[in-house]
């Protein structure tokens, strides 16, 4: 089987791609995008010009025959870059009584994406009535992780049975902890405040755990996952502390002091 086809939609073409990594990897000639779905008859990939748009500027249909592999979901689309803002459409079956709630007009996060870019226009209800939300949901963003400088920083890799983990809740521990700034209680940046990496690089504490209340993880640089108590906030919050940079030197701090750092998503 040819491993290329055209695109009907754009007549551009894209290959078969490849199941592994999940979510949307940077190659040097394309992207690689994989998404899992066990019960889905079609997903469709969309790409958007940016995170405004109304309406994808190109449709990607991954059919079952060319681009899936057991439940995995995937296709390499040459030409396209870290930045790209990118999202998927799901169709299957609507059988509620049976736990299937597919709707093929809904736009989905990459439930592996490393970055979420939010509309204007952004309006979480539009997801709950009829229609296209294209224009008002949030969509994933494609990210080099290469592109950031670890300076040598490497994961610890103590033995679990050497291992203390203390388990926080971002907005819990940074609203109660007497030192962390005001402004930033409550915040992903509070855990990023030197009162509160002081603390977690204690003796006491080996591997900090940091718990989230639902599917909030909004970014992943390298070894590192970024996560706040709410999807868009997170995001917002994230800029606001200096994004991947500030976050990567902070866990490179906490590696000096011997301290590694878990991400907990409670669903």
Known sequence: MNSEYRNMMTDRVVKQGSSSPLGATVEPAGVNFSVFSKDATLIELLLFDHEHAAAPARIIPLNANRHRSYHYWHVFVPGVEAGQIYAYRAHGPFVPEQGFRFDGEKVLL??????????ERYNRQAAARPGDNAAFAMKSVVVDTDLYDWEGDQPLKRP????VIYELHVRGFTMQHPEVPVPVRGTYAGLASQPALEYLASDSVEHARVLVKAAEVTRLTGRLEAACHDLEEAARQLEAAGDADLDGSRVRHLHGQGDARLCGVVF
């Open 160 to 163: 679990f049975a050497e291992t």
């Open 110 to 119: 990459d439930p592996y994406g490393l970055a979420v870019a939010i509309p």
